[in-house]
């Protein structure tokens, strides 16, 4: 990259003699522009050396001290002035305020033409310009080279650390690092920073937004440049330069734009494959879920090997449905892939009997799980980490287990349901409590099934006066509420005396302490069984 350092240093460029000494000539100098008009730093290029005669301020030091303040805002690499037809010398003040903001101040002697000085920088410059256009050719063709070749993200980003002579970083969309390559700064130099300078990575993950900023590290501030790689994800993968502007010659930001290019195309490969991998478990769990038999069929043959996890005397479904807010509604497909891509690539690889299936629904998956496991914590994890990582609330359906692959379809039906019955829209873990009873029963005759309501129920299997049937439905809403007589009687509008009364009468009729655990479950099993709608 060109400064106004190496344009001195030059030999055909010695007419120009440097006027302030406090002038920070590492500035980076792209283009040369010639003005006279006194508002040049609305309209021109940033990095850009203005040329000039300063004619519209031979009775305006000022104006000049205004024009060099703003060309520093810009900012410009600096400015060159004609001395001698229009000022005969630059105000010391001039010179005083350029100081202070270390901007250049250049003098072109009063025998040179603007036309011609210029030629000769823009000359000087395009070759630059031209010979890291080349290079940066020569690093993409070396890039795809590398991609056809099968290198995998991880290699290209360690071959650009290499060739930039740089530390990188690659940031996942869940903001973990995926591919690290910091032999020029160690990662070490974050320590107990790191959790901060990952939260700024975040931000601009979030913004999809270009950032160069200074982080905090052990030794003091560092620069880094993040650039998020074109994506139609909701959060787009992050890369990580750090020192950007040490970057050795000619490698410039158009080299690192191609790298840039490369690398999405590699990432968008790779996801290419991880949703060739989403629709084979897509087809797979359609075809458990109507597979009727044990037979080891040639489709079953093939999907075994697949899914060599398969294979256990437990499973359980959990259903899973992402709540997506209304905010979101615009990203409902890229949360969709975003989530899954986590469940199978985080979830998985921490739970080793558990995998994940999409649906056939938007934003809905389940887990298969293979061993019995206390599941809860699990799922309060999860179900934070999404809230987290992409605001999206997730709500879990838990299925009973079977002790056969071929009655996973009751497990997932169970799981689904527990879901869409839940009375609690905002709980995020609904559990099955129903079907399994059913599923138990189907082999009972209806006579067995009416012995036991009776034998355990008595009068109150299947009531057929009024005094009956309120004792049933007081004891019922006793037992929903947990034999708690308060909530009881608010639920059933009558008087806390009035519940007391007929618990104690069922405790008569039953023969047994309604608060025995045994009794209590015999009671809960058979009120259902005896419902109306129970078959």
Known sequence: MTSIKEILQTPRFSELSLL???????RPLD???IFETPDVSYYIQKNALLVTTAMAFRDDTQGLCN?????????????????????TEIDPQVLVVADELNFPILQIPVSHQLGDISHKLLSFLWHDQTEQIFFALEIQQKFVNLMIRGASVDTLVKELSSMIKQSVLLIDPFGEIVSSQMPYSNLDMLKNKKAAFLEKVRECQKAKRRERLLVDTEQGKMLINIFPLSSDRYLPYMLIIFDPDELPYPFSQFAIQQSLTVLTLALYKEQTLLNEKRAERRSFLTYLLNRKTASQ????????????????????????????????HFYTKELDALTYDYLFLRVEAEYKDIMVFPTEQLNQWIFVIQKKTEILPILEDIHQQLFELFGVYARFGIGDPV???????????????????????????????????????????NEDMHYFCVSILKNLAYPDNEQDKELRKTLMTYLDMQCEITKTAELLFIHRNTVKYRIKKCEELLNTGINDPEF????????????????
């Not at 302030?20 to 590492?26: I, P, R, T, V």
């Open 403 to 445: 002790n056969n692959i071929d009655l996973l379809h009751f497990s997932y039906t169970e799981s689904k349901q527990a879901l869409e019955e839940s009375e609690d829209k905002t709980a995020f873990v609904s559990y099955n409590k129903i079907q399994g009873i059913k599923r138990i029963t189907e082999n009972v005759s």
């Open 20 to 26: 302030n000494k406090q002038a920070d000539l590492e």
């Open 297 to 328: 069929d040639t489709d079953w043959l093939e999907y075994k090997r697949h899914f060599p996890n398969l294979s256990s005397n437990y499973y359980r479904v959990v259903y899973i449905e992402a709540l997506i807010q209304k905010e979101q």
């Open 31 to 33: 283009t040369i522009e």
């Open 67 to 87: 024009l060099v303040r703003s060309l520093a805002e810009v900012p410009s690499a600096g400015l060159a002035i004609k001395v001698g037809r229009y000022l």
């Open 520 to 535: 209590s479950l015999q009671l809960r099993v058979a009120l259902f069984l005896s419902e109306p709608d129970a078959n």
